[in-house]
């Protein structure tokens, strides 16, 4: 939820703090475009310290598909690298939102949420969160 503070993003069904693993969902309320909306997920793979996967049950997009991949870089630290592939809804009207601004929104909100990740997971911080 700090990593999406902007958008007011909270947790209100399903795993609602702590760790969330294989099959477990999330729903989550948040306000995008000054519309409150709510998403649904669900972990449908985990491998382990390698990468797991979230999908959309219920929300917005026609469909997404969000993996994370961690993997020890050349100087043995690990990286994250982040694959989101979304539908969005609407036919002809989604794919000029996409064009006209939802892209670069998605894209935006997943670099600047991993910023934060990035920043709580190389300090102390992460203790905090995990309590």
Known sequence: MKSTSHTKEFAIDGVTSGL????ESVT?????????????SRITEFQY???FVDEMEKGIFKSFRHEHHFRKNEDGLTEM???????S???????????LFL???MSDLLCR???????VAESNQWLGILK
């Open 113 to 119: 949420r991993n910023h934060m990740i990035k920043e």
């Open 81 to 87: 690298v982040d694959n989101f592939v979304y539908s």
């Open 89 to 99: 809804p609407l036919g002809i009207l989604g794919v000029v939102a996409d064009n």
């Open 20 to 23: 969330i693993g294989l099959h």
């Open 28 to 40: 989550w309320k948040a306000k995008h475009f000054g519309v409150w909306q709510k998403l649904t």
């Open 49 to 51: 310290p390698d990468y």
């Open 103 to 105: 892209k670069k929104y």
